[in-house]
């Protein structure tokens, strides 16, 4: 994990409330302990760091309650709200919803904690790098001739970006991917993959670089990566 990553974003998260002094802050917070029967490992903090992000943004940095949006099955229990489950439908829903009521003077954050996979697959005898892909609770992630069986069931950084700069009039938009990039059997990544360039007034920052990884802090009960940014914007040293 890069601290310069986490001062960048502490640094950026710390301006939205001038930069979007006229308009809302709007979130997008998803977090997954439990894949069920996808395959991926059950992890034990990406619920948390959603809810604790959540509660920095409405307790730190002036974001309506209302305006925040958290997808974990926790939220979806307590709430009795279906639609609240990490599925990959309900995000797509809720992100597709949330881009169609902002105006260019509003601020998005976006949040993913859980897995994610980095996709290659066979395109006319050749491997093609698909790039990385973020792992809803109902991930579907076999890959059969060499092609993604339900592509649906996964959300790729390239579709977010798309999204973002084609469906987002907000001149600030943020996304933030603690996620792990495994089999499915450790709670850690290996690499980060070669990501699309963001565009359109995205700034995007991922929780581990090419040769890092990214771990759980059990003790903290949240991802490294998580923990650092939290306790940055709180006013505790990123890397202590």
């Known amino acids: ?61 002036g974001y309506d309650k209302r305006d925040v949006y958290l997808l974990t099955d926790a939220e979806a229990l307590a709430q009795k709200k279906t639609s609240l489950l990490p599925t990959a439908e309900n995000i797509r829903r809720t992100l597709e919803n949330l881009l169609e009521d902002l105006a260019p003077e509003d601020t998005l954050f976006l949040g993913f904690s859980g897995h994610g996979i980095h996709v290659k697959e066979i395109e006319k005898g050749k491997l093609a790098d698909r790039g990385l892909y973020f792992c809803p609770s109902d991930a579907h992630t076999t890959i059969t001739e060499g092609k993604l069986e339900k592509p649906e069931k996964l959300l790729s950084v390239t579709e977010l970006f798309g999204l973002l700069k084609d469906k987002c009039k907000a001149e600030l938009k943020i996304l933030v991917m603690d996620t792990c990039r495994d089999d499915g059997t450790r709670n850690e990544s290996v690499t980060r993959p070669v990501v699309p360039k963001p565009e359109g007034g995205t700034v995007a920052f991922f929780s581990c670089s090419e040769g890092q990884k990214a771990n759980e802090n059990e003790k903290a009960g949240r991802g490294f990566f998580t923990d650092s940014l939290i306790r940055g914007l709180s006013g505790e040293a990123a890397d202590r």
């Open 1 to 61: 994990m890069s601290r310069i990553c986490v001062l960048s974003l502490c640094a950026v998260l710390a301006l939205t409330p001038l930069l979007s002094a006229q308009g809302r802050k709007v979130a997008l917070l998803v977090g997954i302990n439990d894949y069920g029967k996808s395959g991926l490992g059950k992890l034990k903090c990406a619920e948390k760091d959603a809810t604790d992000v959540r509660d920095l943004l409405v307790n730190k940095l």
